[in-house]
């Protein structure tokens, strides 16, 4: 499967963007998928993953409140709705996906075996 993250752009603090995650070659309702970040010279880090079905989620702490995963089969893509954004908010954000019986979530990105090429959201202060 191949996946395309799109969305990204430039945005004040305190803005919105919705990232969104599209699949070609393959259908991701077999899959969790998530999102990560990362910034200039830090390590890529968790954002936010969602089960197959869509019935679990799990965000990491600071995008809890702010940051919503959601996904539509038809579609074919995940969403990662972006609220309330800060600088240090500013990353690439890449979508990443793993084979995964119903429920499964994780924020280990070792656990992600398909990834797609980034976009880029930068948040102005």
């Known amino acids: 499967v191949q996946l395309q993250a799109f969305g990204g752009g430039l945005v004040q603090t305190g803005g919105s963007l919705r990232l969104s995650c599209a699949a070609s070659?393959?259908?991701?309702?077999?899959?969790?998928m998530g999102w990560f970040r990362q910034a200039p010279g830090k390590e890529r880090e968790f954002v936010a993953a969602?089960?197959?079905?869509?019935?679990?989620?799990n965000y990491a702490d600071s995008m809890k409140g702010r940051f919503t995963i959601s996904r539509d089969h038809a579609k074919n893509t995940v969403f990662l709705q972006m609220r309330s954004l800060k600088p240090e908010d500013t990353a690439v954000y890449y979508c990443?996906?793993?084979?995964?019986?119903?429920?499964?979530?994780?924020?280990?990105?070792?656990?992600?075996?398909?990834w797609g090429h980034g976009t880029q959201v930068t948040v102005s202060s």
């Open positions: 969602i089960s197959r079905r869509g019935t679990r989620t």
């Open positions: 990443a996906g793993h084979d995964a019986i119903d429920g499964e979530v994780h924020d280990r990105k070792a656990r992600y075996v398909y």
């Open positions: 070659g393959r259908t991701l309702s077999t899959y969790a």
